[in-house]
């Protein structure tokens, strides 16, 4: 089964406080999400495999190490998730990044497909699929599905709150991604919206209603 990791170091728990807060406006949220998201960055890739190499200091030479292995590839689910992509490239400035579009229903609650661009060898990549919400796991689920009928063996799941319901989803339906989150909430609401959550992040991030 797949494995969740909480994020909880401090600086993120703050930043998360302020996130949350219905007073934060759009400027400072997308700054927040963009920095949580780099600070959860060096957990997710804690374990990038490294090469040692030969270098040279302006006092001599010397052995040291690089990572090495699988290329990245960050995908984010439109729209919410394009809020995190800066804060994972300032940490990971090669990685390639793809798109995949899907939105909620409101009535049914369930995901709609209308968008993948994906780097052509997506498949020879470690990817980070990102969404700052992970509620009933459905977008997620689907997201996750079609990176692997894409070829994708290597994916990770990064959202910033999660809810136990979206986070049963994934690890049953996709028990070979791990996902990390920033915080694990209560619960979903009737219109399946995490509790306490921090509301529509799409609408958030870009000032929309």
């Known amino acids: 089964m797949s494995k969740l990791h909480i994020i909880d170091h401090p600086m993120i728990r703050h930043k998360l406080t302020i996130l949350r807060d219905k007073e934060t406006g759009s400027k400072d949220f997308r700054d927040l999400l963009k920095e949580i998201s780099m600070l959860m960055g060096y957990e997710i890739t804690r374990d990038m495999p490294l090469t040692e190499v030969e270098i040279e200091t302006p006092m001599m030479k010397m052995k040291s190490k690089k990572i090495s292995g699988k290329k990245l590839a960050i995908i984010p ?9 800066d804060g994972l490239l300032s940490l990971l400035p090669v990685a390639k990044v793809g798109h995949i579009g899907l939105y909620r229903d409101h009535e049914t609650c369930q995901p709609v497909y209308y968008y993948s661009k994906l780097p052509f060898d997506i498949d020879q990549r470690l990817v980070l699929l990102v969404d700052p919400m992970l509620a009933t796991g459905g977008s997620a689920s689907d997201a996750i599905a079609l990176l692997k009928k894409e070829g994708c063996t290597s994916i990770r799941l990064m959202c910033l709150v999660a ?8 690890q049953t339906k996709h028990p070979d991604v791990d996902i ?3 915080a694990l909430d209560d ?20 000032g929309t209603q």
């Open 77 to 85: 689910v439109l729209r919410a998730g394009l809020g995190m992509v």
């Open 163 to 170: 809810a136990p319901q979206g986070v049963e989803t994934i």
């Open 180 to 182: 990390y989150v920033a």
């Open 187 to 206: 619960d979903l609401n009737k219109d399946a919206y995490i509790l306490p959550g921090l509301g529509d992040a799409g609408d958030r991030i870009f």
